[in-house]
T-cell receptor
């Protein structure tokens, strides 16, 4: 069964620190990997999508990498801010027209002012 | 910007009731999805649709059905609600092969 794992489940850092969130998946035949942010009681906001042919994607202070051979993706957040506090979810995409997603259980990030 | 709207943020129903959760998207997306999110289990796909009147089961379809009569609207139906269906329900839509866009979710409580 395809699985997606995120470690740690929770993380607390002081403001200004650079941090890395981890995502691992069991099936190396991956089509794409997507990172989402979820604020409490809200839906998901897409942050970055990495296609299987890519190694990384960047958006502002966020950088996501993909290593298919080791079954890992990382989300790097530079100069963290209290507004970055949220749950971060990664999801493995199955490709094709519907690109069905398999989600990890998320990392709850708290950035302390 | 893509807008995915779920009709209710909070809903309380009783066991045995028939429950309808509605989702509307305004970007002419072909694909629509229903997930439930539970602590420790993450998001799990219930059903999805890739065109009007077309639907496919996801990973946990038992106890649910769906309807897609118009392209912009995808309804999730709990035929006879049970307490184990208390959850956060999330709807998403996408163009073919493109990232999914999510609504704000419906927190459903079955008493």
């Amino acid at each position: 069964k395809q699985e997606v794992t995120q470690i740690p489940a929770a993380l607390s850092v002081p403001e200004g620190e650079n941090l890395v969130l981890n995502c691992s998946f069991t099936d190396s035949a991956i089509y794409n990997l997507q990172w989402f942010r979820q604020d409490p009681g809200k839906g998901l906001t897409s942050l970055l999508l990495i296609q299987s042919s890519q190694r990384e994607q960047t958006s502002g202070r966020l950088n996501a990498s993909l290593d298919k051979s080791s079954g890992r993706s990382t989300l790097y957040i530079a100069a963290s801010q209290p507004g970055d506090s949220a749950t971060y979810l990664c999801a493995r995409g199955g490709g094709g027209a519907t690109n069905k997603l398999i989600f990890g259980t998320g990392t709850l990030l708290a950035v302390q002012p | 910007d893509v807008k995915v709207t779920q009709s209710s943020r909070y809903l309380v129903k009783r066991t045995g009731e028939k429950v309808f959760l509605e989702c509307v998207q305004d970007m002419d997306h072909e694909n629509m999805f229903w997930y439930r999110q539970d602590p420790g289990l993450g998001l799990r796909l219930i059903y999805f649709s890739y065109d009007v009147k077309m639907k496919e089961k996801g990973d946990i379809p038992e106890g649910y059905s769906v309807s897609r009569e118009k392209k912009e609207r995808f309804s999730l139906i709990l035929e006879s609600a049970s307490t184990n269906q208390t959850s956060m329900y999330l709807c998403a839509s996408s163009r073919r092969g493109q990232p999914q866009h999510f609504g704000d979710g419906t927190r459903l409580s079955i008493l």
